[in-house]
């Protein structure tokens, strides 16, 4: 036996508890640099971990015996250490048991010594750690809670002590307590009524959170109206008192507001949601400390998180007073709040100023907002004239309408508000202009440029960073809705004193300054081409100093706005610089980390600018940029965020998020651009872009990012198609973008469905246009076009023809209102392409699968019909042609349909548009059309009349494969229907001869050897008497 546990027997065994105290004083009394006092500590952590249920249990009986106060209480801490110290060996079972009796006498302290604050946890563990899993009950602990809580003469430090109890004990133990709730429950009420100890006062709202938290149905909405009514009082009592210890008393007690609405049922406090609203605007209004004000907000805003759409129907039905009498509270928690500034409350208000004006609409403006800002505008408090302002900042979104009849006045208070001799009025009336820049366009703009730029322009010269910082978003605001005729005569101050700004040395600000000139000369257009090598000079100092990791947020800033400034003055005068600054981006790239998602964006978005500026010039730089492209389209976007970490950290990474998949979306757009504008020059990257894009059109992936990839698949075949690959290859190439391609129909998104069922189009018509060859386009629907993928593709197509009139009965049903511009939207060229589209993947994928599809005729056949009515030619063209395929492939299908189909036929044969000289191929697809019916459906149309109608637009002679079709089955027709075909007296006969007879002259122009020899006989035959 060493030192140490020879040390540890004589500390622990001792049956007297003098040697515990002696050590412990040691450690309390002596400096903790002592050779005496680290003795000590050193016993003490070895008793610890080897002796842990011995010292547990020593520990306890000093709590309960010791006379000396601070020994009690270092005695407590260290037992709480033992039981909550995941290092320490858990405490058995037994010795649990035995430290019961010890520590119900540490609840009967010494006449006038303080009881100790940690022991209500301490018996909370070791209760819930010996009856959490047990029908057993620790009678004497639930006793001493009843009687310490309801007894009539005990004290408020005893009953304290009896509350925070309450608050720790486990569920199981809780529940015993229910058979004398009310009385429980009526002595927390009266304590929290009682104001005259804080103390008291927090253990009483823990107990009854407790309660709440474990029985939120038990207490019943009687129960929980009482103690709203009862805490709500006592927060706004404590708001009024100037106490550090009152706000940190009142935080709790709204916290408790918090639980009792979001953690109960809303139907347990419905009727008192209008009473939390009052009251807790109430408290904000007269709350003298900040965190109080800030508190009660959050309460409101905590409720409408939760429950969103009650607490929307309790804000519309606020009558004409409740809801003036609302709005007034809130601009009295803005004048409140202007002393602090970035106040919690201010934006908080703002927030249900928002939510007020997007339910009520501009009448909250026009009848309440107007007035009051008018008030506040001109009243002598700084801070009410702030809050004027930022009510108008607040409101201008939803109350844009009206705020378009009141612009002078608008502009009158923001005006003057920029003259303010304050600082935080000027800094909130460029918070209005920026909001109104929004808004009021281009009215604002047009009448009040001159007095508004000067204004800003002078506030560039005062000494304060904020105003400073303020001004210059401002004008980047402003200046984007103004003319080039508007900005013209104040752009030397302000390019001036912008570019002053950028050399100060603040980051901030220069972040600010760079995007305010990238506006303005995207808004100045042409007028800023005489400040370019000015503002460039400037900005390349910046750009071309020292380039490390802390510098390259603001490098990518500059890039930003030398994109926006070459966009103005384009390729000629840019053409200088064009080296020097792809020269910079690209030695930026060298010091981005892998995490730099956001910075990486930024780069991107000016490649792509200067991509389209500079054209074919910007492929010397491809060779440089494609491996940080390639890296980014490859990046994994992680779904599963925030399960493993705190609210806190998890919406950071859900930021993280965002960049990430807008750093691969737009990684993949440029792919995509490279792909389509340098076309053949891009064919040595090809075949590593291909494997990189491909992986992308899966369903699970980004919405962006996928419709840039499934966009890529046609340009991409294009390409490979253009090297001349062999057969073969190409075609496991389309097989793999088609089926991948198809796929993506199986989701719910129509426009994804649109997307896809375009590309689908392009990369058929790109192999048929290079490989004519039937055999192949057989062979890849064969193993393509399963049952199921013909599904897919028929489903996403009945998605596109249904999306508009979806969209419509989704605005009808919600009570929206479709204007005339709505319907020429849906009607207008989306619409036209889409059916094109449409008809021809119809087209393609009866002619190729013919079984699997042929079946789904019946669905498609109505759209066909409506199509031949279409305004646009290439629509009513494929239509026709869809129709031909259906009465060739869709027989049993088409029959109900073959005499309607009969008749939108030839009213697109005689449509002045689709005639043979204006649009030969329409016309001959039509006459085509029509005759297949004429053939296959005889019995299914009225022939006679049908049949004369098509005689009339024979023969064919604008394609000669086509004729040679038609008169074939003309003739053929002849022999099968000789009586009928004639007509009634043979009034065909000679129509029909005459027919016969060109097509027969023009020898095999018109008609194959087969079926001329055939006319010959039938020819010769109808002459014989």
């Not at 959050?298 to 003036?324: A, H």
């Not at 001036?496 to 990238?518: C, M, S």
């Not at 730099?596 to 940029?625: E, N, P, T, W």
């Not at 007296?985 to 002259?1001: C, D, H």
């Amino acid at each position: 036996m060493n030192q140490l546990d020879q040390d540890a027997g004589e500390l622990l065994e001792s049956p007297y508890p003098l040697p515990m105290e002696s050590l412990l004083s040691t450690i309390i009394l002596l400096p903790i640099n002592s050779p005496l006092a680290q003795q000590k500590r050193e016993l003490l952590q070895h008793c610890s971990f080897q002796f842990t249920d011995a010292l547990s249990l020593k520990l306890s009986q000093i709590s309960s015996s010791s006379h000396y106060p601070r020994i009690r209480r270092k005695s407590l801490k260290l037992l709480y250490d033992l039981l909550t110290d995941p290092a320490v060996p858990q405490i058995s079972l037994m010795t649990l048991n035995g430290l019961k009796s010890p520590l119900l006498s540490s609840f009967r302290p010494k006449t006038g010594q303080p009881m100790s604050q940690i022991m209500p946890e301490i018996v909370a563990i070791v209760a819930s750690r010996i009856f959490s899993d047990s029908d057993q009950l620790w009678e004497e602990l639930l006793d001493y809670v009843y009687v310490s809580i309801t007894g009539s003469n005990v004290t408020q430090e005893v009953q304290e002590m009896g509350f925070r109890v309450l608050s720790n004990l486990p569920e199981n133990l809780l529940n015993r307590l229910m058979p004398g709730f009310d009385f429980l429950w009526a002595k927390i009420l009266h304590r929290l009524r009682d104001s005259s100890d804080l103390d008291s006062w927090a253990a009483a709202i823990q107990a009854a959170s407790r309660f709440l938290k474990i029985l939120p149905y038990f207490l019943g909405a009687a129960r929980l109206g009482m103690a709203m009514s009862t805490v709500v009082n006592s927060t706004h009592n404590l708001a009024t008192k100037v106490d550090p210890r009152n706000a940190t008393v009142a935080q709790r007690f709204l916290e408790f507001i918090t639980q009792m609405v979001t953690k109960t049922q809303p139907r347990l406090l419905l009727d008192r949601l209008n009473y939390v609203l009052e009251s807790m605007l109430m408290i904000a209004e007269s709350s003298v400390a900040t965190v109080i004000r800030e508190g009660a907000i959050r309460v409101l805003k905590k409720i409408d998180e939760s429950y969103r759409r009650i607490m929307s129907r309790q804000l519309e039905r606020l009558d004409r007073v409740n809801l003036d009498g609302f709005f007034c509270s809130l601009m009295r928690v803005l004048v409140g709040a202007a002393n602090v500034e970035k106040n919690k409350s201010t934006v908080l208000a703002k927030y249900f100023m928002d939510r007020l004006s997007t339910m009520h609409g501009g009448k909250i403006f026009a009848r309440h907002v107007r007035n009051q800002i008018g008030v506040f505008a001109v009243a002598q408090e700084w801070q009410k004239r702030h809050a004027g302002l930022v009510t108008i900042c607040a409101t201008a979104d939803a109350c844009e309408e009206v705020m378009r009849n009141h612009v002078e006045e608008l502009a009158t208070i923001v005006v003057d508000g920029l003259k303010d001799p304050h600082r935080q009025v000027r800094c909130a009336a460029t918070d209005a202009i920026k909001a109104l820049s929004v808004n009021l366009a281009p009215t604002l703009h047009e009448h009040y440029h001159r007095r508004i730029l000067l204004l800003l322009t002078e506030m560039l010269k005062e000494k304060k960073d904020t105003v400073w910082g303020k001004a210059i978003d401002a004008i980047r605001f402003f200046s984007n809705g103004c003319t080039p005729d508007n900005l013209e005569p104040y752009l030397p101050r302000l390019v001036e004193a912008l570019l002053a700004h950028l050399k100060n040395g603040n980051t901030t600000l220069q972040w600010g300054v760079l995007a305010a000139l990238g506006v303005l000369a995207s808004s100045s257009e042409n007028r800023f081409d005489i400040y370019y090598r000015h503002t460039m000079d400037a900005i390349k100092l910046i750009l071309f100093g020292v380039a490390n990791a802390s510098t390259k947020l603001l490098h990518a800033h500059c890039l930003g706005c030398i994109s926006y400034i070459a966009i103005v003055v384009g390729k000629d005068t840019f053409a200088n610089d064009a080296d020097e600054v792809m020269g910079a981006l690209i030695s930026l790239q060298g010091f981005l980390l892998e995490t730099d998602h956001m910075l990486k964006v930024s780069i991107f978005q000016v490649l792509a600018k200067l991509c389209r500026l500079l054209g074919d010039d910007f492929l010397i730089y491809v060779d440089d940029l494609m491996p940080s492209l390639i890296q980014s389209a490859q990046t994994k976007i992680n779904k599963e965020v925030n399960r493993r970490y705190s609210i806190r950290f998890s919406t950071y990474l859900q930021q993280v998020e965002v960049h990430v998949t807008r750093e691969k979306a737009l990684a993949c757009k440029l792919l995509f651009c490279f792909t389509r504008q340098f076309k053949g020059n891009f064919l040595p990257w090809i075949k590593q872009v291909t494997p990189v894009l491909r992986p992308l059109l899966h369903s699970d992936l980004h919405f962006e990012t996928r419709m840039e990839a499934i966009s890529a698949m046609p340009v991409l075949l294009r390409l490979a198609i253009s090297q001349e690959v062999i057969l073969e290859d190409i075609q496991e190439e389309l097989i793999y973008f088609i089926t991948a391609l198809v796929r993506n129909l199986e989701e719910n998104d129509a426009e994804i469905s649109a997307r896809v069922l375009y590309s689908l189009k392009e990369c058929i018509k790109s192999v048929m246009q290079f490989y004519k060859h039937r055999i192949f386009l057989s062979q890849v629907s064969g193993r393509v076009l399963t049952n199921i993928h013909v599904k897919f593709v028929v489903d996403g197509i009945l998605k596109i023809l249904n999306e508009n009139s979806s969209e419509n009965e989704i605005q009808e049903a919600e009570g929206f209102e479709i204007g005339p511009q709505e319907e020429t939207r849906n009607r207008g060229d989306d619409h036209t392409v889409n059916a094109k589209i449409v008809v021809f993947l119809f087209n393609y994928f009866v002619q190729q699968s013919q079984e699997p599809a042929s079946k789904y005729c019946s669905i498609f056949l109505p759209f066909l019909l409506r199509a031949c009515k279409d305004h646009d030619p290439c629509v009513r063209q494929q239509a026709v042609r869809g129709i031909g395929t259906c009465a060739e492939f869709g027989i049993n299908e088409f029959k109900p349909f073959a005499e309607e189909a009969a008749k939108s036929l030839d009213s697109v044969i005689r449509h002045p548009g689709t005639s043979s000289s204006n649009n030969p191929t329409a016309h001959v697809i039509a006459v085509s059309s029509l005759g297949r019916i004429c053939g296959s459906y005889f019995k299914s149309i009225n022939a006679p009349q049908v049949v004369g109608k098509w005689l009339d637009f024979l023969p064919l002679k604008n394609d000669t494969t086509e004729a040679k079709l038609v008169h074939a089955r003309l003739s053929a027709m002849i022999e099968e229907f000789h009586d009928i075909l004639l007509g009634v007296n043979s009034q065909y006969k000679s129509r029909i001869l005459e027919i016969f007879a060109q097509v027969v002259a023009d020898g095999d122009n018109l008609a194959t050897k087969e079926t001329v020899n055939r006319m010959v006989v039938q020819l010769v035959q109808s002459s014989k008497p």
